[in-house]
C-alpha cells in the first residue's frame, strides 16, 4: 500500500473553508484519517453547501483493464460526502446508491451538495467528473446524524 502523506496543515484547511462556523480542526481530521491519505484523496473546498475533493487515480487504483477501479471512485465519493455530512454533526453513513457512467483515468473531482438536512437525516447529491469535465459517476448518500454540534 503507498501512503501518501498529509500535505495540508491547518492554515491549508482554513484557506478552504467558506463558512466561519466550522472547526478547521475537525476538517484537518478528517482530511488526515489514514484511509484518506492512502487513497491521496485531496480537500479543495468544504461549506454550508456541501464540499469538493479530488484524486489522482494511481496504478494501485486500478483494475485488472487498466481502468480506474469502481472502489476508488467510491472512495471519493465516500470522503467527500464524509466531509459535507461531518462538518457540522456527527454522523454516519446510512445508506448510498452510486451509478457508474464511463471508465476513467487521471484526476477525478468530487463534489457532494446538499440536498436535505432534517434532525437525523442529511442527504447529499455526489457527482465525480474527469479532468474534461464528463460525469464519471453519481451518487445519493445519506447520512445519520448521531450528535449536532451547534
Not at 478528517?30 to 491519505?37: I, K, L, N, T, V
Request: charged share 25%; glycine share 8%.
Amino acid at each position: 500500500m503507498v501512503l501518501i502523506e498529509a500535505g495540508m496543515d491547518i492554515e491549508d484547511v482554513k484557506s478552504r473553508i467558506t463558512d466561519p462556523d466550522i472547526d478547521p480542526q475537525r476538517v484537518l481530521d478528517m482530511y488526515q484519517a489514514p484511509f484518506a491519505r492512502a487513497m491521496g484523496i485531496e480537500l479543495v473546498s468544504v461549506g454550508k453547501d456541501g464540499a469538493t475533493c479530488t484524486m489522482e487515480l494511481l496504478p494501485t487504483h486500478l483494475n485488472s483493464m487498466g481502468r480506474g477501479h469502481g472502489a476508488a471512485v467510491y472512495a471519493l465519493m465516500d470522503h467527500a460526502f464524509a466531509i459535507a455530512s461531518n462538518a457540522y454533526a456527527d454522523g454516519t453513513g446510512q445508506s448510498t446508491e452510486v451509478k457508474f457512467y464511463r471508465p476513467v483515468h487521471g484526476k477525478l473531482t468530487a463534489v457532494a451538495k446538499v440536498i436535505n438536512k432534517s434532525r437525523s437525516l442529511e442527504i447529499f447529491d455526489v457527482r465525480v467528473t474527469s479532468e474534461e469535465g464528463k460525469l464519471i459517476a453519481s451518487a445519493v448518500c445519506t447520512a445519520f446524524i448521531l450528535r449536532k454540534r451547534f
